[in-house]
Every structure is written in structure tokens, then in C-alpha cells.
């Protein structure tokens, strides 16, 4: 079982017409909608809003074979992001979250025995208190042997004081057992340039002691691993008309917690063995899977009739 914790939202995505459409979506929930639709156990961990976006939510994850039993549900309404689409379908947010349900999540205390398995990221990682029941919940699942899988997925301008949230980042790393990043938020993250080099994000990457491999997404330039044996594997992107990109790392992130499911590899030992063939395996699912995502508007992952496994 893999449990996804973190915020539900709504993106209001520009549409041809110059209107703003409602979109289901938020960075954790677009993972457990992408993993459960490519048929892996998953579970969702976070509060809910009892309106109207927030029963659509829930509806959603049923349908993608998501389960929701660790979901609660509260009279806040839902948090909404604004997106602004560039030419090339990358997109930007502006957030509206003051006193909004997802910020308000509790600690459920120990999960399930049978949960293998724990993704993170986002919004639910900085916007306080939740931010801090999450990160109890990271280190206990992490503590008693579970696969924790992180993507800071960062949203600068929700951000205060950069300093503290990279030093608190930092600390999360020791109880991380696989990293997913953009090279985007890895240059943020290590403070860099916004145009340094591929290779010094990579060997700031190495020194993140902690994951057993870092995955990091280089947009168009396709997907890369830092393996446990320091060795880089990159994959090509998939050629594919972009529509937009929203959802399109998150997909990443669902894919690869499914695929690791699919081929018995969800474990933070069994991520250090994979070699350089397994590696190339599940950057390419991965990427075929985000492909799609960005084939549609809006964060729409794949099921697994789409793609087939490999």
C-alpha cells in the first residue's frame, strides 16, 4: 500500500476563450490520481473541504482507485490557484489559501502496517500547521522503514524566509528515502543561478545525503537518476504536442511510485540496488506516463489501458 499526503486544490486554467476553467488538482493529489489510475494500492492522506469542489475531489479519487479512508473533511473551503500559461504550456500559480481545509490537516497517527510507502511535497510542506503534522508523519513512517518519497515542488512566492525552509529541507533528507526534483527547484533549492549548469545542480545533488537516488525532471530535456552508485542515468523525453504542463512532474512522481510497486521494488533498499537497465525502465514508464499528462489540458494522468506496463 502507498499513502500520497498532501493538499487538494483547485487550478482555475485558462481556457482559449480567455475564461478561467476549474481544474481538480494539487501537487500530492495529482500523484495518488496517477499512481491509483495506473493500478497500484494508493491512499490518500490529507483534509478535504466539505463544499462542493471538495466533494469532486473526493469523487475523483474513487474514480482513479484511489482510497480515501484517510481523509477527513472540514467546513474550510478549498484552497484555488490561479494559472498563467506561458507559449510553451509551462505554467505559473498564484495561490489562495488563507484559512482554506488542507492547511488544516492533522497527524492521523501511525499509518497502517501495511502501508510500504509515503509521498510528499508541495504546497503541504511549507503552508503551516499542516506543514508540521506532515513532516511528523515523514519521520515516523520514514523511522519504522517505509519508503519516503519527497518532491519539494517549490512555490517561491509562498515561501517567507527561503533559508529557513532550505535548511528545513536539509533536515528532511536524512528520513528521505527517494528524492524526486526539477532541475528548476534543485538550482532554488541549492541557492544557484537560475541558469547554472545541469552539472552543478547534479553535484549539488550528490551531496543531499540521505535518498537512496535523487530523480530529476529536466522539462523537455526528458528525466536523469543520480543512482545510490553515484552514476547518472538519463532517459530522452517522449515526443508529445503540449498542450500544458500542469500535473506533468507530479504524474512523474505517481508513475514511479507504481512502477516501483509493479516491479517489487518499493523499499528504500530496494531503490539502491536498481541498476543502470531497471533505472532506464521507470524513466522511461515515467516519462511516457507525463507525456500524456501534458498531451491534455489541465493535470490529467493517464490510466494504466493508456500506457501497459513494462
Known amino acids: 500500500m502507498i499513502v500520497v499526503a498532501g493538499e487538494a486544490l483547485v487550478d482555475l ?3 482559449p476563450g480567455g475564461d478561467l476553467s476549474p481544474r481538480l488538482g494539487g501537487g500530492p493529489y495529482n500523484v495518488a490520481v496517477a499512481a491509483g489510475r495506473l493500478e497500484a494500492p494508493v491512499g490518500f492522506l490529507s483534509r478535504v473541504s466539505a463544499d462542493l469542489f471538495g466533494d469532486r475531489l473526493v469523487e475523483r ?6 482510497r480515501t479512508d484517510l481523509v477527513r473533511r472540514g467546513p474550510e473551503p478549498t484552497t484555488l490557484a490561479v494559472v498563467g500559461l506561458a507559449d510553451d504550456g509551462s505554467a505559473r500559480y498564484s495561490f489562495y489559501v488563507e484559512g482554506t481545509a488542507d492547511r ?3 497527524d492521523p497517527g501511525p499509518l497502517p502496517d501495511d502501508v510500504r510507502a509515503v509521498s510528499f511535497g508541495t504546497l503541504s510542506l511549507v503552508l503551516e500547521p499542516g506543514a508540521s503534522a506532515y513532516e511528523r508523519v515523514l519521520r515516523r513512517e520514514a523511522g519504522r522503514g517505509a519508503l519516503t518519497v519527497l518532491d519539494p515542488n517549490i512555490r517561491a512566492g509562498l515561501i517567507d524566509d527561503p533559508a529557513a525552509y532550505r535548511a528545513r529541507y536539509a533536515s528532511w533528507l536524512p528520513d528521505v528515502g527517494l528524492l524526486k526534483v526539477s532541475v528548476e527547484d534543485a538550482r532554488w533549492l541549492a541557492d544557484l ?3 547554472a549548469p545541469e552539472d552543478d ?3 549539488v545533488a550528490r551531496g543531499w545525503r540521505g535518498p537512496a537516488a535523487v530523480v530529476l525532471t529536466r522539462g523537455g530535456d526528458g528525466l536523469a537518476a ?7 542515468i538519463r532517459v530522452p523525453p517522449t515526443p508529445v504536442d503540449v498542450v500544458d504542463t500542469i500535473g506533468a512532474g507530479d504524474t512523474v512522481q505517481g508513475a514511479l511510485l507504481a512502477w516501483l510497486h509493479h516491479h517489487d521494488a518499493l523499499s528504500t533498499e530496494a531503490v539502491r540496488g536498481l541498476d543502470g537497465e531497471r533505472w532506464r525502465a521507470a524513466l522511461a514508464f515515467a516519462g511516457a506516463a ?3 499528462t501534458c498531451s491534455r489540458a489541465g493535470a490529467e494522468p493517464p490510466f494504466r489501458a493508456e ?4
Not at 61 to 66: D, N, Q, R
Not at 226 to 232: H, I, S
Not at 307 to 310: E, I, K, R
Open 13 to 15: 486554467v485558462p481556457t
Open 201 to 203: 545542480v547534479l553535484e
Open 307 to 310: 500506457l501497459g506496463m513494462t
Open 193 to 195: 543561478p537560475a541558469d
Open 61 to 66: 479519487l474513487h474514480a482513479s482507485g484511489v
Open 226 to 232: 543520480l543512482t545510490a552508485a553515484g552514476d547518472v
Open 104 to 106: 488544516l490537516v492533522t
Open 290 to 292: 507525463a507525456a500524456i
